[in-house]
Structures are given as C-alpha cells and as structure tokens.
C-alpha cells in the first residue's frame, strides 16, 4: 500500500511494499492520484515528496506477479496506460514541488514516478533503470517522452534498448539525479532541500512549473496512433508472456521477436 501523510509543510506519499522492494501494485498507482489531489487542496502542503518504505529500495517498478491479470489483453493494458497517465499527470500537474527520494532500487514504474517530479535525490546505494525489453513489455508513450525530455535521446536510447541498471553516479552523469549523497547524509540532505522549497513563494514556482510545462508541450505533435500500436505489438506478444513469467520463474528469459 502506499502511505499518506503529512509531516509539517511536506506531504509525503511512500511506497510501502518491502517484502517486493516496493514494487507498485494496481491499487498503489490509484491511490496516488487521491494522495495528490488532497496534497494539492492542502494551504499547508507546500511540497510532496514520495520515497519506499525502508532504504532498499524507491520502487522496483510495476507489481510484475500482477501483469498476467492486470496487463496482459489488450483492453487491459490501455486501462493500465491510461492508470499510469493519470498518476503521472496528477503528479507533473501540481501546482507545487515535487521531490523523489530515492534509495536502493528505482526501475520501471518507480523511476517514472520520479522523473514525473521536479526533483530526484539520492543515496550513493540508489540503482536506476528502466527493464521494458527483459520484460518484452511495450513501456508507455508519457514515459519515453519524459525519460526524453530528461536525458534526451542519446541516453534515453541506451537506457531502453539496454534494459540495464545504473548505479548513482552513473545516473547523476545522465541527467537523471539532481544530486548524489552518501545514504546516511541523503534525509537530512533532502529535509534541507523540502524546508527551503516550503519556504519559497508558492506562486513563483507555480509559475515556473507552468511554464516549463507549456514549452514541453509546444515540442510538436507525435503519432499517437503509430505509438499505440507499438505498445500494443508487445503487449500481444509470445516474448511479452515469456518476459514476466521467466521473472516468476527466476530464470533467463527467452526472446524470438514474436
Ligand atoms: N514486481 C513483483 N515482484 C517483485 C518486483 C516487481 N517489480 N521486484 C521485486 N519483486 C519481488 C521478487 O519477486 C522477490 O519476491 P520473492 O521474495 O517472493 O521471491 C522479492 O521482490 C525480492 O526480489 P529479489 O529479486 O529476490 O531481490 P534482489 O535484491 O535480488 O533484486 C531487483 C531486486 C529489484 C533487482 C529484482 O527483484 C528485479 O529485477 N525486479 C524486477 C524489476 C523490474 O523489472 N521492474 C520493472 C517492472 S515494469
């Protein structure tokens, strides 16, 4: 389950779901949105920030063991896209900033989340990266798109179509972090950076956000339709049926194109 609450002027959401390194499960993604609409209500609330439970891990992504029910026909991955596309605009929407705290393991899902706010921090500990292609799994439009925006293509290219994890500095290199800590520096490093955004005009950063928004937008029109059927290949895939059970299983998987 995720957890919601709020410590001074800072709303928190964390992952809590540590038995599976904080892996998203359907019902975490939908209640960030709820999370994020209270926060957004909220005069006190003047920065959210998300990280898991525990320093193992931020998120290692989509709840893999839930794919087979949830992510699997075709109707049900355009149901979970458009989940995703819901929680990640309720979170690149607010008016206010948004920080990922991040130690151990931040993948897939877990690491959209956290390009979807402002600002990423993390631990020396922190490991990055985005396995779509050891999943056979079509990885949705808003997330290339922001993976894009963020490291531009060279990097966003390498992580895709390597599907392999970064370390943090590795990750502070590509654009990814905003800054690295030692693990044990990273909550007193982050309550500094929370404090000084609470305290900062909320109208400004509004404005800023608005603004930094709106030139992403004016980026030209993508086919959507050629994208949606990219995902949608994959997502009848025999490579895509292999991708998540080889995960359960515990051994490699077996890629034929098909
Ligand atoms: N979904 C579901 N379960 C997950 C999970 C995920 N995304 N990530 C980890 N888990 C579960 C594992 O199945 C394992 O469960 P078990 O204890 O019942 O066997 C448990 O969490 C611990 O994972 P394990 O792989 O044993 O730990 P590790 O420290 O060796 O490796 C990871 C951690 C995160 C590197 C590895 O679990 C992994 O690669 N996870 C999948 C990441 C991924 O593909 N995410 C993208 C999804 S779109």
Redesign the pocket.
């Known amino acids: 389950m995720i957890v919601v609450e709020k410590r001074g002027p800072v709303g928190w959401i964390v992952f809590n779901q540590p038995?599976?390194?904080n892996?998203?499960s359907n019902a975490m993604w939908r209640a960030i949105p709820e999370a994020m609409r209270r926060f957004e209500a909220d005069p006190e609330v003047r920065c959210v920030a998300f990280r898991g439970a525990g320093i193992?891990?931020f998120?290692?992504?989509?709840?893999?063991?839930?794919f087979e029910k949830n992510r699997s026909q075709k109707a049900s991955v355009a149901e979970y896209d458009d989940l995703l596309d819901k929680v990640l605009h309720s979170i690149q929407g607010s008016r206010k900033p948004t920080v990922a705290m991040i130690y151990g393991?931040c993948?897939?899902?877990?690491l959209e989340i956290a390009l979807a706010c402002d600002l990423r921090y993390c631990g020396q500990s922190a490991?990055f990266?985005?396995?779509?292609a050891?999943?056979g799994?079509g990885?949705n439009v808003e997330g290339h798109k922001r993976l894009l925006e963020t490291v531009g293509h060279a990097q966003a290219r390498e992580i895709m179509l390597l599907g392999r994890?970064y370390s943090a500095d590795e990750a502070l290199h590509m654009g990814l972090v905003n800054k690295v800590f030692a693990d044990g520096d990273l909550e007193a490093q982050s309550a500094d950076i929370l404090a000084a955004l609470a305290a900062n005009a909320p109208l400004s950063i509004a404005n800023s956000k608005t603004i930094f928004e709106e030139y992403v937008k004016a980026q030209g029109i993508p086919d959507a339709e050629a994208m949606r059927a990219a995902i949608e290949r994959c997502a009848k895939s025999e490579d895509y049926q292999e991708g998540r059970r080889a995960?359960?299983e515990?051994r490699k998987p077996s890629f034929r194109g098909k």
């Open positions: 038995a599976k390194r892996a998203l193992e891990a998120s290692a992504g989509a709840d893999i063991s839930e393991y993948l897939g899902g877990g490991q990266g985005i396995p779509a050891k999943l799994l990885y994890r995960f359960m515990k």
